[in-house]
């Protein structure tokens, strides 16, 4: 309806049509703000109005009202019959129970007035503040019963406002009487509403209260229905509902994840009567299920393991006049809860693997702990600590940090490491470092710790190579793989060994110097008595005097030997064992050697084999000698049966060495005594067993030669099999190299 067009009221058929429509209308309108327009439309068409408004109160969330009824808290919710510009001033503008509006936001009474211009408040000598009050007074005495309408006091409309002369107005109560609004009529002309349209429109409210009530109740409800189900269908566990003849009512979006699935497997069917009907089947027995644990295993061989709680779902039944409690409540259904613990339970499983192995591991650390010998576990090419025990920090003088390199361990703490005749150790002669980083095996290598005071430990180390292909382990690091090689080293500390062995060293160095001098002078008489039987023809001795003779001179010999092995002993132990190196052809002082042996050594074959015409190197040569004649003459000894000796030279491109194998096919050593080989006065029980005389200082003056000269040696051996040992040296420039070849082959 145009604010300014002439209105014309309907007839009663008209009005009666209306209402219908909007008896249904209130009905069927959910939307409050359409309902609302609705019925101040129809209330101005049926009534004749020119301005309808309906004003209310405003509310919580549950519909509840918000602060008393006094006071500018109505605002406009539907308004017709004005123009664009008049709706944004009245939605502006704030409405309380002043003037005319006063008995029906106040009190909720309805307000019939005939002439609006009428009843303002006349008079200039009362302020506006005199002027509502009055009109305050003349509201609460009307309410009452005790002035009428026309008796009431306006106190004027703010500019903009249109023109209302005849004004109707009614309160919208909800079923307790309280005032939840009001709807309002106005018209330009006065006197044209009647005590029927006062009436007819305290109804047509009525029937607005209840049904925007309703309207804000399915509101709620509709907004409470979206909330559990998205609460429903955010729940992580599968939950179904099935109604009693085990048809599925409703599920949620895991439970229909979860059966799709299953629907789709070799076993789904299987399943699902595990999961879901025969749980079901129990709860519309009235016998709930609780906790049942069920195990699907899919087509790909993955375990799922699953909870599942099954409980009856009852319905009341309505109350009857026997009844008014109604009857006992029956099963309408069942509810079935799927909770998936697979993963907590493989959670669970392996928190217990990883207690069980920290007890295990805090178990390892405390006895390692109480061992005499440090003990640390290192892995990767730069020795990464994993483990360490008490011991091993107190010989280390400092604390070794997990996941530190064993570089950064010994320049953090100033730790230097020496051999054990005070000269420093090169880096890539750590014990530790050749076992991580060339894969080697290292017995009892002394060596000597030089704490940052300058304070020393002797330790006897250890270290050997684990193989984690074949047997993988679990090691508390950040990273782990197969390549990365992972090594156990063993210190030991030899203090009081190390003084009891100077002792040993210096008692030796006395003895051995003690008999040289008559040695030296039983060997010159031999020699002298068999040059004087050489000269003196006719006398001649007997074969035993002969024999007799050739024993003295052997056992003299090997006397002189055990003393010059002695000697070299102590001046290696004091340091004082000077090598004088020079550039050789390794292969041409092996060969030479070779020679030599195979002409004192008929039982066996002694095979020299190399790729390379020769290897030059930087040695000792008289000392070099000894080594090779040390390892040859054990070789021959250790095979009494004799056989084979092979003899191979290599050159290794990458780390530019030479490599000497010296292989026999002897008795070998027992796998018990391999790690004391190479000590002072060490040897096998198995050469003692089969009557073979030695003084066990071969080998170890062997490493010590080789190791001064820059080289090592090792070997491998296997009781009964043999045994192979290893040395390498280093070798020289290869313009070196090139100018002998020159030589050589004269190119």
């Excluded at 006091?153 to 903009?160: D, K, Q, S, Y």
């Excluded at 709930?288 to 409980?311: L, R």
């Excluded at 050594?601 to 084999?609: E, N, S, Y």
């Excluded at 008289?622 to 049966?641: D, F, G, H, W």
Aim: aromatic residues 6%; glycine residues 6%.
């Amino acid at each position: 309806m145009h604010p300014y067009e002439t209105h014309t009221p309907l007839s009663e058929r008209e009005r009666f049509a209306a209402l219908n429509r909007i008896g249904a209308a209130l009905l069927s309108e959910h939307n409050e703000q359409k309902l609302l327009q609705l019925i101040a439309q129809t209330a101005a068409d049926v009534i004749g109005a020119h301005f309808s408004a309906f004003s209310l109160r405003p509310t919580d969330e549950q519909g509840e009202l918000l602060g008393p009824s006094e006071g500018h808290l109505f605002h406009l919710a539907a308004v017709v019959g004005v123009t664009e510009e008049q709706q944004a001033l009245f939605q502006r503008l704030p409405l309380g129970g002043e003037g005319l509006l006063a008995p029906i936001f106040r009190y909720g009474v309805p307000v019939r007035v005939g002439d609006v211009l009428k009843q303002l408040a006349a008079g200039y000598e009362y302020t506006e503040t005199q002027k509502k009050a009055e009109a305050q007074q003349l509201a609460l005495a009307y309410a009452h019963g005790y002035l009428s309408s026309e008796e009431l006091r306006a106190i004027g409309m703010p500019e903009g406002h249109p023109l209302v002369r005849s004004f109707l107005g009614v309160p919208l109560l909800d079923h307790a009487g309280n005032v939840h609004g009001g709807l309002l009529l106005g018209h330009r002309e006065p006197d044209r509403f009647q005590a029927e349209d006062e009436e007819l429109l305290v109804g047509l409210a009525n029937q607005a209260a209840i049904a925007i009530e309703n309207a804000r109740l399915y509101q709620a409800i509709h907004t409470r229905a979206q909330e559990l189900d998205a609460i429903f269908q955010s729940i992580q566990d599968g939950v179904t509902l099935l109604d009693p003849q085990q048809r599925i009512v409703r599920e949620n979006k895991q439970a229909y994840l979860l059966r799709t699935r299953l629907e789709q497997s070799p076993q789904g069917q299987q399943s699902l009567e595990e999961l879901l009907y025969a749980p079901a089947r129990h709860a519309l027995t009235g016998y709930e299920k609780q906790d049942i644990s069920v195990t699907i295993i899919n087509e790909c061989d993955e375990k799922f393991e699953y909870i599942v709680n099954a409980s009856a779902l009852y319905q009341q039944a309505p109350a009857t006049p026997n009844n008014n409690a109604g009857a006992t409540p029956s099963i309408s259904g069942a509810v079935i809860v799927w909770h998936d613990v697979t993963e907590v339970r493989a959670l669970l499983r392996e928190k217990h693997d990883y207690a069980e192995i920290e007890a295990r591991r805090s178990l390892l650390q405390r006895i390692l702990d109480e061992l005499p010998t440090g003990v640390y576990l290192v892995h990767g090419h730069d020795a990464r600590l994993v483990l360490a025990n008490q011991t091993a920090t107190t010989l280390w003088g400092a604390t070794w940090l997990q996941e530190q390199s064993m570089l950064d361990f010994l320049q953090q703490h100033h730790i230097q490491i020496f051999r054990n005749d005070g000269r420093i150790l090169p880096v890539e002669e750590l014990a530790t470092l050749r076992a991580v980083q060339r894969g080697e095996t290292i017995y009892q290598r002394q060596e000597i710790i030089r704490h940052a005071d300058g304070s020393s430990q002797p330790v006897l180390v250890n270290a050997i190579t684990l193989n984690i292909k074949t047997a993988p382990l679990s090691l508390p690091i950040v990273q782990q793989n197969e390549h990365d090689p992972v090594a156990i080293v063993v210190h030991q500390d030899v203090s009081a060994l190390k003084e009891a062995e100077n002792l040993k060293d210096d008692f030796i160095s006395i003895a051995a110097h003690e008999l040289r001098n008559p040695l030296a002078a039983l060997q010159g008489f031999i020699e002298l008595f068999q040059a004087q039987l050489a000269r003196q023809q006719k006398q001649l001795l007997t074969q035993e005097q002969q024999e007799s003779l050739q024993h003295i001179d052997q056992a003299t010999q090997r006397l002189v030997t055990l003393t010059n092995d002695l000697l070299d002993v102590t001046r290696l132990q004091a340091g004082r064992l000077e090598l004088v190196q020079e550039v050789t052809d390794l292969v041409s002082l092996v060969k030479r050697v070779t020679q030599r042996y195979q002409i004192i050594a008929p039982r066996h074959q002694l095979i020299v084999t190399t790729q390379v015409p020769f290897l030059i190197v930087s040695i000792d040569v008289m000392r070099t000698e000894q080594v090779l004649t040390n390892l040859l003459s054990n070789a021959i000894k250790y095979s009494p049966c004799g056989g084979q000796i092979q003899i191979t030279l290599e050159k290794q491109k990458a780390s530019h060495q030479a490599l000497l194998k010296i292989k026999d096919t002897g008795i070998g050593i027992p796998a018990y005594q391999q790690a004391q080989i190479f000590g002072r006065f060490t040897r096998a029980a198995n050469a003692q067993a089969h009557g073979i005389y030695g003084t066990g200082l071969g080998l170890y003056l062997s490493r010590e030669l080789v190791e001064r000269q820059g080289g090592n040696i090792w070997f491998q051996s296997q009781e009964g099999q043999g045994t192979t040992f290893f040395i390498t040296l280093p070798l020289i420039a290869s313009s070196i190299e090139n100018d002998i070849l020159e030589e050589n082959t004269g190119i």
